[in-house]
């Protein structure tokens, strides 16, 4: 499977659904004594599959971010080949979600890595790197079907971005 690269834990910290580097789902469970993660059960896992309902090619299929709506909608970020895509569940047929300029502009392997959504759906991502030529790295919001830039940071150190 690679590396996880991405967590969502549920409402109660019960369960959750993790992404790998190389487009795999998988849900589980988290049980817990005091609070504490005492051990992890893993309930399904399936493939993330292209467009065309097969596997992914490795550059295609490097899967980073992850991030789960309230009604199982997943949202899934590439930095391979720079874009986000959703699906309905674990199974669910992929769909693309609206696409930004400077994606097709990110560094090979440093582009879309992290990817959050905010509490009115918003959808926010940042790339690994800078853009070529910035020092500062955007965020990319995505509101009412369309990308903006939210803000821009600075690098801090030698540290990139990771979700």
Do not use: K
Not at 33 to 47: L, N, P, Q, W
Not at 68 to 95: H, K, N
Not at 104 to 119: S, V
């Amino acid at each position: 499977f690679g590396g996880f690269s991405a967590i969502a834990v549920t409402e109660g910290g019960a369960g959750f659904v993790a992404l790998s580097d190389r487009a795999l789902l998988v849900t589980g469970r988290l049980e817990r004594t005091d609070g504490r993660i005492t051990g992890v059960t893993v309930t399904d896992r399936a493939a993330v599959l292209d467009q065309s309902g097969g596997a992914m090619s490795l550059l295609r299929g490097d899967s980073e971010g992850l991030a789960v709506a309230p009604d199982d909608t997943l949202f899934i970020s590439f930095e391979g080949v720079p874009r986000v895509r959703m699906q309905d569940g674990l199974r669910g047929f992929p769909r693309l979600v609206a696409t930004h300029p400077d994606f097709g502009r990110m560094q090979e392997n440093a582009a879309l890595e992290a990817l959050a959504r905010g509490p009115d759906g918003s959808l926010y991502t940042i790339p690994e790197e800078p853009l070529p030529g910035d020092s500062r790295f955007p965020v990319y919001r995505l509101r009412d079907g369309t990308w903006d830039i939210a803000l821009r940071f600075g690098r801090v150190g030698s540290y990139l971005v990771s979700g």
